[in-house]
Structure formats: C-alpha cells, structure tokens
C-alpha cells in the first residue's frame, strides 16, 4: 500500500485542484493521500468527491501555520473535527495575516522589480489565500525567475530583504488545539534547514509532552544526516514515523509517492482522529 500523507491543491499553493490532485495520484499509483492545504479545509469536499472515481482513499488534513520563538514551525493536523470553533478561528486568523503580509511584501518587491498586486492576483485560485508561492508565480510568469525554487533561493528568501513575518500560534499551543479538535498533530519536515532556521530537540520533545503523535522524517528536504537524528529522536520521545511527498503539482519539483508512510501509521492515526479515512 502507498500512502502519502503530505499534498497540496490550487486551494492553498498547490497547482491542481482538489479533484485534479486525486487522478494525479492515481495516476501516480497511490492509495491513500492526505490532503493538507495551509490552514485551510476549503478543498476537503472536492477531494472527498472524488474519491470513487479515482480509488484513492482520502486523508483529510491541515498543514497549520506555527512558530517557537520566532522560528517557523510547520504542523500537520490530521482528520481534525473542521467545525472545532477555536481551530477554524486560528486557521482564519493565519489566513488572514498570510494575506496582508503578501500585500507587504509585494509592495516591497515592486520597488525593485516590475511586479503588481493584480499580476499576483491572477496566479491564485479561488478561495485561496494569497502566499509567497503566488508571488513566486506572479515572479516567473514576468520573467523575473525561471521557477518557484529559485524565487525562493532569491527574492522570497525568509533571509531576505523583502521577507515579512506573518502570525502563527505557538507551536505547543498549536500541538495542544489540534488535539482538542479531534486532531492527530505531525510535525512537518522537522529538519529543513534550507528553508530557515529548525527547533531545538527540546522544543520537539515539548511538543511530544502536548501531544504531538509523528514525525515526518521521510522528507526530501531532509539529508541523511536529519533522517538518522530525527530516527533517534522519534525512538526517544515515542513517536511514530512518517514519510510524505509535499507534492505541489507543478509549483515544485516534488513528486507524489517519492516517500511514503507505513499502513501501521496511517492506521494508528485514524484510530486517534476524529473524522475516519474516506475510502472508495
């Protein structure tokens, strides 16, 4: 069986739909995917409908938006209760600030490149939140980058000098909401350092104390050396183990099923959650 537990839909800053992402992982031979748009559920239903015609059971899920002392922190929430009132306010209040810090770092942006708003606009689905991957897009569509990856390397950099914060709930609080909600919380891609700074092993263990169920260690932002230390950090703290594409369609280079999470896990969270695996 193979499970990715980590994609993303034209509904946050993936490129396809949720009904599109759903035949791309047929297509790619998956079994079960989990759909985990930023703070946001808005695309579950799509991809719920098309669960029959594709075969492809449907995990239902949130990537949640954290930071540690001002570090970022990506939190995975699985088959959470979606009307949890305290949760879906968090998720809105990200959104939200996501939004206006796009309309800050544009603004910075066009100071020195020939960017707009309305071309950022035009890159973003309906009903999504505007996000560095629109302006990544807006970016390449102007001619300005030749993709996404290298928009972030570059103008997008969390180094750089266009870089805005946006709010996020502490990431132990968040741990703990998710929980509350029905949630089952994975850490996303605990050592990928090339996107900024990572959290201390005392803040993961903090977040184990919370509730936190996995780790996401097969990522393909992790090298070898991660892998083995977050292996020795999920035995110590209890933790289960999981592996995820973070396909975005065509946004990245990332590839659906190129890592994979074990039967045994994916059960163990849909015992823990609130909402079952929609199943063909």
């Not at 994609?7 to 079960?32: K, R, Y």
């Not at 409908?49 to 938006?65: K, M």
């Not at 266009?162 to 968040?174: F, G, K, N």
Request: some cysteine; hydrophobic content about 45%.
């Amino acid at each position: 069986m193979r499970i990715d537990l980590h994609a993303h839909t034209a509904t946050s800053d993936g490129t396809e739909s949720p009904t599109e992402l759903m035949h791309a992982a047929a297509a790619a031979g998956i079994d079960v995917l989990g759909l985990t748009d930023h703070d946001t559920v808005g695309g579950w239903v799509e991809a719920q409908d098309a669960v029959a015609a594709t075969g492809v059971a449907l995990v239902r899920g949130t990537e949640l938006s954290t930071q540690s002392r001002g570090i970022s922190v990506h939190l995975l929430s699985y088959l959470h209760d979606p009307d949890d009132a305290e949760l879906a306010a968090e998720m809105l209040r990200a959104r939200h600030s996501r939004d206006e810090r796009a309309r800050d770092m544009v603004e910075r942006i066009s100071r020195d490149y020939p960017i707009t708003w309305a071309d950022v606009e035009a890159q973003v689905g309906d009903g999504a939140t505007v996000g560095r991957p629109h302006i990544a897009d807006a970016l390449v569509a102007a001619g300005l980058a030749p993709d996404r990856s290298s928009c972030f390397e570059t103008i997008l950099s969390v180094r750089g000098r266009y870089y805005v914060p946006y709010h996020a709930p502490d990431t132990v609080e968040a741990v703990e909401m998710v929980r509350a909600a029905g949630g089952v919380p994975v850490m996303a891609h605990p050592r990928a350092a090339a996107r900024g700074r990572v959290v201390t092993d005392a803040v993961v263990a903090a977040m184990a104390a919370a509730g936190l169920a996995a780790l996401e260690i097969d990522h393909r932002d992790h090298t070898a050396a991660d892998v083995e230390h977050l292996e020795a950090l999920a035995s110590r703290l209890g933790l289960a183990r999981t592996g995820s594409s973070d396909y975005h369609g065509a946004g990245k280079p990332n590839r659906l099923g190129e890592r994979t999470t074990a039967p045994a896990v994916l059960s163990m969270i849909e015992s823990e959650g609130f909402l079952p695996v929609v199943r063909p």
